[in-house]
């Protein structure tokens, strides 16, 4: 029981490139979710989606899309990479009821040049 | 006023110390609340959740004071392997109650 994949797990860009992080669950969830990590600043929601084919801004939208592809598959776009977004990118699902605690993939660590 | 604060640490205690963290959060309305546990460049993982009674997973005790809005996890008996980061959780029913606030984690060292 896989729970929650992301791919890759490490990658290098340069600035302006583009690239998609994948997310993949198998737990049935309702709601999945994209987060990025620094040092020293917790963890900060990028996009959410409650359920499948609907998806809200978080707390740093900006520079990032997402898709919902389907329930089990939420992936996340950077257009044109930029030097801020090297990060520790988390993805999680939550089931959909309310006091439900989320599960998170074991991280893409993105470096940007 | 943050969502929810932590204080950030570091908690250096000796093995077999017990030690405590509080974490204060800002909506009233709050309903769900979780411990989770991090180690270094690792994923959060749940470590448990809160009830209002309060509960124990063995070393581990959470609280919760609903009227004074914090939360509280004791861990006794520490061992090396309890080195982490503790992020508090918190479901602020924001969003129709899919979006957890975290803390930004309470760092524990624990040495020989």
């Known amino acids: 029981n896989a729970g929650v994949t992301q791919t890759p797990k490490f990658q290098v860009l340069k600035t302006g490139q583009s690239m998609t992080l994948q997310c993949a669950q198998d737990?049935?969830?309702?709601?999945m979710y994209w987060y990025r990590q620094d040092p020293g600043m917790g963890l900060r929601l990028i996009y959410y989606s409650a359920s499948e084919g609907t998806t809200d801004k978080g707390e740093v939208p900006n520079g990032y899309n997402v898709s919902r592809l389907n329930k089990r598959e939420f992936s996340l776009r950077l257009e044109s990479a930029a030097p801020s977004q090297t990060s520790v990118y988390f993805c999680?699902?939550?089931?959909?009821?309310?006091?439900?605690?989320?599960?998170f993939g074991d991280g893409t660590r993105l470096s940007i040049l | 006023r943050k969502e929810v604060e932590q204080d950030p640490g570091p908690f250096n205690v000796p093995e077999g110390a017990t030690v405590a963290f509080n974490c204060t959060y800002s909506n009233s309305a709050s309903q769900s609340f979780f411990w989770y546990r991090q180690d270094c460049r690792k994923e959060p993982k749940l470590l448990m959740s809160v009830y209002s009674s309060g509960n124990e997973d063995g070393r581990f005790t959470a609280q919760l004071n609903r009227a004074s809005q914090y939360i509280s996890l004791l861990i006794r008996d520490s061992k090396l392997s309890d080195s982490a980061t503790y992020l508090c959780?918190?479901?602020?029913?924001?969003?129709?109650?899919?979006?957890?606030?975290f803390g930004t984690g309470t760092q524990l060292k624990v040495e020989l």
């Open positions: 959780v918190v479901n602020p029913l924001t969003g129709g109650g899919n979006k957890l606030t």
């Open positions: 999680a699902t939550k089931p959909g009821q309310v006091n439900q605690p989320q599960h």
């Open positions: 737990m049935n969830h309702n709601s």
